[in-house]
């Protein structure tokens, strides 16, 4: 692991999110549990490190990159026109790359499941097995959304192996134990306790990583994270660190996610997504009591898809959806989520909440298509023309600039309660559920929302970056 790395905060070594967690067995034989230890004592885990450290895998994957010696003379010199001839016929320099990882079987055949960046230079593939065996093995696919790959050993039988274990997440304050490679030491245990799980560390669309205190380092991606049963709960992924080493705040994809990736990549080669065609935002306290929700839950909808699944079923902008194919929905990355675990063409049922009043609804999900490139960063607006700053909640308001309707936020004042939830740039497309057109309209909206309810939030409908966000702004 230790790849991806953002400057002073994570060192990533992994995207994704496992399913399923681990009720072990290995070779058949049932796992024992961790020792019961007196009160204020460790639990011993070296009986459960015996029977499941064969399960345990080293990966190594060793390819070629193979580039031109492009400009062999220097820019200036009396040689720099040759350079022209060595771009196309100059000669070819190979580069042997080389990565190592963990991984752990879960089939006596020899299957095997690691994070999709341990196999990144896709070349030679080689098992190492507890034993000490080495063996070959291919690549049966991977989703790097995710970060998960699977593996097969040829001629692999009669290994030892684990199951991903489906009863549920572990809790805040559970002994863990991490089995990995870490900095090539095969082999390598260390324990520590489930920190907290659900963490969004804002690392790919699915997250939500079990955190650790059990020491994971660079070699441990793709190794298992076992509970104390002996059951693994989690695929090891990426640590937060300024150094890339281990501080105690490790991250490992959840078995239930990993799990259902898993099955998908080895029925498919990849995993097929539902697709439901939302976009959505969390529900804060202000915008649960505008949207008459009784809690601060569900996702809410802020743009539909034209044709899309959402918009066939009857979805509208300002839905909080709450349950979607029997799940309750509490934020927008949950929906995210449940919707791509359904399978597609699947017909379930939706619930949401509109004005206030609980609905349901059969929605027939589609197939979700990764985008083969990145959206586009839409391109820096002209400054506005100068207003008069006739301010209500402390922001400016000007026309959208060009042939766009809205009104455009121009400045903030140090005091307004729109800071942090409005910033200068952004396009007020609505305010109280109705559109605006220009600057003027939204301040005479503003003015008037403000005079009939004082006390109530200001709800505003915002284009940013390409997306919408609703917004409540408390006077």
């Not at 609905?359 to 589609?366: F, K, N, S």
Request: charged residues 20%; proline residues 7%; glycine residues 12%.
């Amino acid at each position: 692991m230790g790849r991806g790395v953002v400057p002073g905060r994570f060192r990533l070594g992994i995207k994704g999110l496992v399913a399923g967690l681990l009720a072990v067995a290995v070779c058949g034989l049932a796992v024992p549990s961790a020792a019961q230890a007196p009160t204020g004592q460790t639990p011993d885990f070296s009986g459960l490190v015996q029977t499941l450290q064969p399960a345990v895998v080293n990966i190594q994957v060793r390819g070629q990159d193979q580039r031109l010696n492009a400009e062999p003379f220097a820019k200036g010199s009396t040689l720099a026109p040759y350079n022209e001839f060595f771009r196309e016929h100059g000669p070819v320099q190979s580069h042997i790359l080389s990565a190592a990882g963990s991984g752990f079987l879960i089939d006596a055949q020899g299957t095997v499941v690691t994070n999709a960046h341990v196999i990144d230079s896709v070349g030679e593939i080689e098992i190492t097995l507890h034993d000490g065996r080495k063996l070959p093995a291919t690549l049966l696919g991977q989703d790097r959304e995710t970060d998960l790959a699977v593996l097969k050993i040829k001629g692999g039988k009669n290994l030892p192996f684990v199951r991903f274990a489906t009863d549920g997440l572990p809790q805040a304050g559970q002994w863990v134990m991490a089995i990995g490679n870490p900095f090539g030491l095969g082999g390598s245990v260390s324990v520590g306790v489930v920190s907290a799980v659900g963490r969004d560390i804002s690392h790919g669309r699915y997250d939500a990583f079990i955190q650790t205190d059990a020491a994971i380092n660079q070699g441990n991606s793709g190794g298992p994270l076992f509970d104390a049963r002996g059951r693994v709960v989690g695929v090891n992924s990426a640590i937060l660190s300024p150094s890339g080493n281990s501080v105690g705040v490790g991250f490992a994809i959840p078995a239930d996610l990993a799990a259902s990736v898993v099955r998908q990549i080895i029925e498919n080669g990849a995993p097929h997504r539902g697709f439901l065609g939302v976009e959505t935002q969390d529900v804060t306290p202000d915008l649960a009591a505008r949207f008459g929700l009784k809690a601060a839950k569900g996702a809410l909808v802020t743009r539909i898809f034209a044709g899309a699944p959402a918009a066939e079923a009857g979805v509208q902008r300002g839905d909080v959806i709450v349950h979607l194919g029997g799940q309750s929905i509490d934020n927008a990355r949950k929906l995210s989520r449940v919707a791509a675990d359904i399978r597609p063409f699947s017909t379930v049922g939706l619930g949401l909440v509109r004005d206030g009043v609980p609905m349901g609804m059969a929605v027939t999900l589609g197939q979700l298509r990764e985008p083969s490139a990145p959206a586009p960063t839409p391109p820096e607006l002209a400054p506005p023309e100068p207003v008069a700053e006739d301010v209500p909640l402390g922001v400016v308001l000007g026309d959208a600039p060009g042939e766009a309707q809205g009104a455009r936020v121009v400045r903030i004042a140090e005091d307004s309660p729109a800071r942090g939830l409005l910033q200068p740039g952004d396009v007020v497309l609505e305010i109280e559920l109705e559109r605006v057109n220009s600057g003027a309209e939204a301040r005479e909206a503003v003015a008037q929302a403000l005079a009939a309810h004082p006390n109530r939030p200001v709800l505003m409908m915002v284009h940013r970056r390409g997306g919408f966000v609703y917004r409540a702004i408390r006077p």
